[in-house]
């Protein structure tokens, strides 16, 4: 068997302790405790989606909140705009390819092209991004499940890895 035999020390001391574990954990901010000013720059209608994306928040996830996760919160409510624009444009007109005029040939014939229409690439990427951000915000369905249930769940009181780390083997 080749490698270096594992060594035990009898003195050696954890590089983090429960109480600081303790300590860190209540100095991080928590949604429930925060302000979520929605950013100057959104619309009217961005807002609208902010206060929805608030309330999934402090509602349904306990999770712990950051500057980068405000602007994921800004970014997620812009194409989520978007996403409903396009959405809009293609029930007024749903066709998958548009006429385009080109101009007029020599004989004054208008000449027209077809181009796929614009709004179904705007929906998709849009719909994506969304989706990605919402995972990264931890409210997708496998975000949740790779939380766990107990951190999905804001409403349960028990935090089961929490315990684990918090318990003494004295």
Known sequence: MAGRLPTTAQNKTLKRSNKELKDRDSET????KQDFKPPKSLTK???????????????????RVSDADIHLMELYCRAKVATDEADAALKRDDRP???????????????????????????????????????????SPVARARMGLGAANAKKKSDFFKKLMERTDD
């Open 29 to 32: 901010p928590v949604y429930l």
């Open 45 to 63: 209608e961005e807002k609208k989606v902010w206060k929805w994306l608030v309330g999934v928040f402090r509602e349904t996830v306990n999770c």
């Open 97 to 139: 390819f548009i006429l385009v005029t080109l101009g007029k040939d020599k004989d004054g014939t208008i000449k027209t092209t077809s181009k796929p229409n614009p709004n179904l690439r705007k929906r998709k990427e849009n719909a994506e991004l969304c989706v990605r951000l919402f995972d990264q915000l931890g409210l």
